[in-house]
């Protein structure tokens, strides 16, 4: 990525004090002169540049107004005018040097605005020897003398541009010691040694010029400026977090004082690299585009534009948008060749062209780029990072060509750039990857496990310092996990299988370990800045209004942009806010990853635990009970066997789900869950004879089946016919889970049938009796709108609750019989909330001990962003400021429930699914609960039967409140619906309005559809 180290603005705001040109001060005008000053002014500001020139030219002082016209039309980006202004200037003025001089030096900030190198370095030299003989104007030759520096700095002549800056430098100290001219020649200075990869001195000139800053021009655009810089070093050292609160303060001073500047689009497009490192794509994205709108509008076809362009060919790259990718880099290239050949700007583009040639596996083409690029960097800055990355991208394409032995040469330079310059990198993390591959393949295990073992200590440092959302940081940890399993097959290699469990368990969770251990100190709020709960209040009711208005417009228009960009905006602003309260909690140490032993000891005699690693050519288990040694079953089938099997098996489902049980659907269901029987748990089978329950930690695209279903074909009957099984995301959480005593049952709240917009008469419980048709539909329904909207033949199947009409939301009937039953098994202790009761306000005020939470509502997955995946509850219509939606999403649940409960049920569609965070499992809305406080959770896995799934929660509730735990309560519940069909009768429910014709039939519920979504996870008991 193109990160902004930017030139000195000091300039700004001395052009008035600096006394050059009397003539700068704006001259006595008569009464009716000063109306037509009045006038020309506002029509400029207006951007009517030739009309209030025309009214402006008809004054005297004409020197004077053609530079000011010429200062307004630059700065509204009209550079033909300004330029024009400019010269007439200059003409009326050129028996002055001084003012000659100055408007020359205006001319070529000018120049340079529009990325015009040349002109911009010809007017300064024009203004230098304007100036040659004249004793009396050191300052002013000393600005001209520092903006020849940044016209070589821009072009990467980092020798010639310290020469100048140096020449600078020293005549600010001599006359204007400690002021903001000498901050400026010091922060520029410390641009040269960064560039050089001198991070330690770029720094110290940066402090020294934030020092003098920070007492002469406090919330200044120089103050903003060092600050950007000092972002970048952090963004250099990995120190992302620490980066990305530099360059928000400078944005926040440059959107004050100079919006819709170069300055304001560098910080934007600094915070997009920001971004970009979390992985973080869309959000990097939206933050180039503003920044290249604003470039492109004050001066197309220039570096600026070249250097947004570039990072969004970037983006578009991880994106998997290769074309687009290649055009973004084609054109910024074309634009720095043009205007800086052989620049360092001109080097970044060559790397990521030879980048984009190494996605498309197009290695020669690769290498030639990744040459081009060391040449011009190894000259202008010789062992900077720039070298190193280019070194380290030269070794990964020579790898690619076969060539292992001339690879590790690369690495091997790059390494020592990276331990000197940026040690907690990234960078240095791939490097040192790619160094224990290479050890690897040649047979040097214990150097190999040297290196991983450094690549994953860096990367967790990496980690630590990357701030942002924990979905950000979830994400980021998933997309980097090949790190890990590369240690951990070499672990294993080499038999050291407590090694691998333990470094399993440093991969797993760590994200929600951390959240676990701020929970308690954030949950009780009394510590928190009131103002920061107001704002982040005011952030979410902003978010929900406009998720409404989003949802009631319709079709892709400029409306639909707008509101998307604002849902944009507003998220970041809450994100931003949620980073502040973090910063008050006390640095709570997350749980160290547990070992082996503290695991097995965590078991109950009976227990099996099995840890499932999937690679990409095989899959390992880790078998753990009590009293025994750890075994490691290794499974010869990976990564893309697995996800075809789990894909056909969801196949299935779904079909069962739109077209209804056939014995052709059953028969290939049992034929595609049986393979995956036979890899995943046959070769287990002598380690579960004597087993009484199953904890399950799934690994990549198991963790979107429920191990319940999988189908024995030799004993003709499914997995949880013979144990009970519950499942977590580490072996550490489950130990953590489990130290949380588990309490007698002595308060249930049971939420369902909430109200939606499209009822006619939502305070009519039911209707007196049902069209056959509609209760065909009713009878079919899965609590999910899009299989509903499938129904009526419309394909809603990628479209989010973000653009969903909530009016559209059916109504569930059967959920309230579901919650009235729980409630009545559970007597005095159970609280059940229907209707207008079933709503967000009710479950957000919960009694904290609550033990036991069930919510039976519509469930909405969004696989993008996980934690805005939702709970359905009764439709506020019309919510002011205040009030609640109705929507209750993940990331609402995380920052708003209090609860220490035992047990949440989420009786809906998808509750369990989630985006894939690698060791993290899947993010959505178990994350949130478990973080919120609950203990287990049951959550489904695909769009749940709304009929049958209200006699499973009945059969668990009965079990469960007659004292089994809760995997054998849900374990007897799914036998009974595999076992025994479902009579409809009069007395039950919603059945009491069906059509005499279909009173009494059995349902045949025994298909893995009707009873398996739904899985215990968390411990057990």
């Known amino acids: 990525m193109k990160l902004f180290g930017e030139r000195n603005g000091a300039e700004r705001v001395i052009s008035v004090s600096l006394g050059l040109w009397q003539a700068a001060i704006r001259p006595e005008l008569n009464e009716d002169q000063e109306a037509i000053y009045t006038k020309g002014r506002r029509l400029m500001e207006e951007g009517r540049i030739d009309a209030g020139a025309a009214l402006w030219r008809s004054l005297p002082h004409q020197a004077w107004f053609e530079f000011r016209i010429g200062d307004i039309a630059a700065k509204a980006g009209a550079w033909a005018d300004a330029e024009h202004a400019y010269r007439t200037a200059m003409n009326e003025a050129e028996n002055d040097l001084h003012p000659a001089a100055w408007i020359q030096y205006r001319l070529g900030r000018m120049y340079e605005d529009q990325g015009h190198l040349d002109k911009a370095e010809n007017a300064f030299q024009k203004a230098r020897d304007t100036l040659a003989d004249s004793r009396n104007a050191p300052l002013l030759m000393a600005i001209l003398v520092n903006n020849l520096g940044v016209v070589a700095w821009s072009r990467g002549e980092l020798d010639k541009a310290e020469e100048h800056f140096l020449r600078a430098l020293t005549v600010r100290e001599k006359l204007a010691p400690g002021s903001i001219l000498v901050a400026g020649s010091l922060s520029n200075l410390g641009n040269v040694a960064s560039n050089r990869g001198d991070l330690a001195k770029g720094e110290h000139f940066f402090l020294q010029a934030l020092n003098i800053q920070k007492e002469l021009a406090p919330d200044s655009l120089d103050l903003a400026l060092s600050l950007n810089n000092l972002g970048i070093l952090a963004y250099y050292r990995g120190a992302i977090e620490r980066a990305e609160r530099y360059y928000k303060q400078a944005l926040a001073i440059r959107e004050k004082l100079a919006p819709n500047s170069h300055e304001h689009a560098a910080s934007l497009d600094n915070l997009g690299t920001v971004s970009y490192s979390r992985r973080a794509f869309e959000q990097a994205e939206r933050y180039h585009l503003q920044a290249l709108k604003i470039r492109e509008k004050l001066a197309p076809s220039s570096l600026f534009v070249a250097n947004s362009l570039n990072n969004l060919g970037n983006v578009a790259s991880y994106q998997g948008a290769l074309e687009k990718a290649e055009q973004y880099h084609l054109r910024a290239l074309d634009i720095r060749e043009k205007l800086a050949p052989d620049s360092l700007d001109v080097a970044a583009s060559l790397n990521n062209l030879g980048l984009l040639a190494s996605r498309r596996s197009a290695s020669e083409e690769a290498k030639r780029y990744f040459l081009q690029s060391l040449n ?20 990964s394409a020579t790898i690619n060509l076969g060539s292992l032995e001339k690879a590790e040469p690369y690495f091997l330079q790059a390494l020592k750039i990276y331990e000197k310059l940026a040690p907690d990198s990234l960078n240095l993390v791939t490097n040192l990857n790619h160094l224990g591959n290479l050890a690897k393949k040649r047979g040097d295990l214990v150097k190999a496990e040297e290196r ?40 294993l290699e080499r038999d050291q299988r407590e090694a691998a469990f333990h470094l399993l368990e440093r991969f797993r969770a760590r994200t929600l370990l951390e959240m676990m251990a701020e929970r308690d100190f954030a949950f009780s709020g009394d510590h928190l800045p009131a103002e920061l709960l107001a704002a982040r209040k005011n952030a979410g009711f902003r978010y929900e209004q406009t998720q409404a208005r989003l949802a009631g417009s319709r079709g892709d228009g400029p409306e639909v942009e707008s509101l998307r960009r604002k849902l944009f905006d507003i998220r970041d602003e809450y994100q931003t806010i949620n980073a502040q309260i973090r910063t008050t909690y006390p640095k709570l140490a997350p749980s160290e990853p547990i070992d082996f032993e503290r695991v097995r000891d965590t078991l109950e005699p009976g227990t099996v635990l099995l840890s499932y690693c999937v690679f990409e050519a095989q899959t390992v288990v880790f078998v753990v009970r009590k009293k025994a040694d750890l075994r490691v079953v290794s499974i010869p089938k990976g990564e893309t066997f697995f996800e075809k099997g789990v894909a056909a098996v969801r196949s299935s489902l779904s079909d069962t789900a739109r077209f209804g049980v056939t014995k052709i659907s059953f028969s290939e269901f049992k034929a595609q869950s049986a393979p995956l029987f036979e890899q995943l748990i046959a070769p287990l089978q002598a380690e579960l004879e004597s087993a009484e329950r199953l904890v399950i930690i799934p690994d990549g695209p198991l963790q979107i089946i429920p191990f319940a279903l999988l189908f024995d074909p030799r004993k003709r009957q499914y997995l949880i016919e013979t144990i009970p099984i519950s499942s977590v995301i580490s072996a550490t959480v489950y130990a953590e889970l489990k130290e949380k005593p588990r309490k007698p049952i002595s308060r249930v709240v049971a939420i369902g049938d909430p109200v939606y917009l499209q009822e006619e008469n939502p305070s009519k419980p039911y209707a007196t009796r049902l069209e056959p048709a509609e209760a065909h539909r009713l009878k079919t329904q899965t609590r999910t709108h899009q299989a509903v909207l499938e129904h009526r033949g419309i394909d ?44 967000e306000d009710h479950v957000k005020s919960l009694d904290r001990h609550t033990d036991i939470l069930h919510i039976a509502a519509h469930g909405f997955l969004d696989a993008e962003r996980p934690l805005e995946s939702s709970l359905v509850l009764t439709i506020n219509q019309a919510f002011q400021e205040g009030d609640e939606n109705g929507i209750l999403q993940g990331w609402e649940i995380m920052e708003e429930l209090q609860l220490e409960a035992d047990l949440v049920v989420l009786s809906a569609c998808e509750t369990g699914l989630g985006k894939d965070a690698g060791g993290e499992g899947l993010i959505g809305l ?65 059945w009491k309005y069906l059509p005499d014709s279909l009173i009494g039939d059995e349902v045949d519920v025994s298909h893995p559809f009707f009873w398996a979504a739904f899985q215990l996870i968390g411990p057990w008991d």
């Not at 900077?384 to 280019?390: G, H, N, Q």
């Not at 450094?454 to 994400?475: K, M, W």
């Open 796 to 839: 809603f199947t990628v479209r989010s609750i973000l653009e969903r009409n909530p009016r559209e939301w059916h109504r569930l009937p059967q959920t309230a019989q579901e919650v009235t039953r729980i409630a009545a098994l559970f007597g005095d202790k159970a609280d059940a909330l229907l209707r207008q009761d079933a709503c």
């Open 926 to 990: 178990t994350h949130a609960f478990q973080f919120a406080g609950a203990r287990s959770i049951i959550a489904s896995f695909w769009n749940v039967h709304d009929y049958a799934t209200a006699h499973l929660m009945e059969h668990f509730y009965r079990y469960h409140e007659a004292g089994d735990d809760k995997a054998v309560a849900l374990q007897k519940a799914q036998i009974d619906l595999i076992r025994n069909p479902i009579v409809r009768t009069p007395q039950y429910g919603l």
């Open 376 to 395: 011009i960097v190894e000259k202008l800055a010789p062992d900077s990072l720039d070298v190193a990355i280019r070194l380290t991208n030269l070794g």
């Open 452 to 491: 991983y073992h450094r690549a994953v200590l860096v990367l967790e440092s990496q980690i630590a310092q990357l701030g942002g959302s924990f979905e950000a940081q979830t994400d980021f940890r998933g997309q980097h996990q090949e790190y890990y399993k590369n240690l951990l097959e070499l672990l």
